[in-house]
């Protein structure tokens, strides 16, 4: 198995690409920290509830200070102060003067300072098990950020990047974070069946309801960035199969863990009681799983939600819209996966396990 890791990560290291620091000859990001808020006169004919600023902003990297562009606030919303961390963005007018202005807070520090507590979390619960977790975690970020992402934008066949993503990330990260052993392998091959049993679903189901993949805003616009040379209805196929590796292979670990605990309390039990007792567990976690699947979507898309039934729209069009429908995939395809990996998982392992009797 370590052979197999060592081949995993190289083979990692040999296809990622080299990411270059394209820079926008338009637009520009910079660090900054306001050192003084100007209150200024708003342009003619803007109402009396409106407050104008420019802010005064020390750049860090260049070590110089600059104006920002004037801001129109309501009197009730707070402007940023001074000392706050932010970001600007330097464009260029029609006479080729740099303007700035603030796009929003660098919270980059708040948010490494939360990661650092739940890494301490991470390591009180877990001991010294959680090294693999966090290594585990970093190894994803490390693949989808800097392999699967700029292989995507810069490469043609999305599938097969999207399906070796999803199979770097499953195979290196369960290893790391629950060791080299027989069970992890089981979960690993058991969440294999999972992804093809999502990829067919979810292929099925986008194309009977012919969704394009562009029901996300986000999703228009990666498309009228790239010029149209993304297809978005593959990129949204694989956004499903790699979303699917995180679910699947949490019940798949708990399911065979559940079957060896059982199994060490009892070695002589036989394959039959060994499955039925494993089932009972996996279908308390799966039921609860499945729920948990809706509320994460419904609660991640809830002010839409909201606004879509202010406008009195009934049940059968709400949930036709192209945004609700792809969500309404994702929860299918990965509900139902999850709802066979279960006994898969148990089978496999109760065979490997009593084959000695």
Known sequence: MKKLFLSLFILLLSISPTLADEKSEIDEVCKGKIVQVNIVECIEGLGEEYVCYTYDVYLKDSQEEVQT??????????????????????????????????????RAITILLWAMVFAVLIFVVCGRKSFGSILSLIISFVIIYFFAIPQLLSSSNLLFIGYLAAFLILTIGMYLAHGFTQQTSVAIVSTYFGIGIVSILAWMLIK????????????????????GGIDIQQLFFVSIIIGAVGVLDDVAVGQVASMYE????????????????TMNVGREHVSSMINTLFIV?????????????MSNRDMGTLVSIDLISEEIVRTLAISIALLLVVPISTYISAKLLTRGQ
């Open 69 to 106: 562009m004037i801001s129109m606030m309501e009197e009730t919303d707070k402007p940023f102060s001074e000392g706050d961390a932010v970001y600007l963005t330097r464009m260029q007018d029609l006479e080729g003067n740099n303007t700035w202005n603030i796009t929003g807070y660098d």
């Open 208 to 227: 009977s309801l012919h969704l394009t993949g562009m029901g996300e805003e986000t999703a228009f616009w990666l498309s009228v960035h790239m010029d």
């Open 262 to 277: 059982i199994h060490t309390a009892n070695i002589q039990i036989g394959a039959g009681e060994l499955y039925r007792k």
């Open 297 to 309: 979507y419904a609660g991640s898309s809830l002010s839409l939600v909201m606004l879509m039934y």
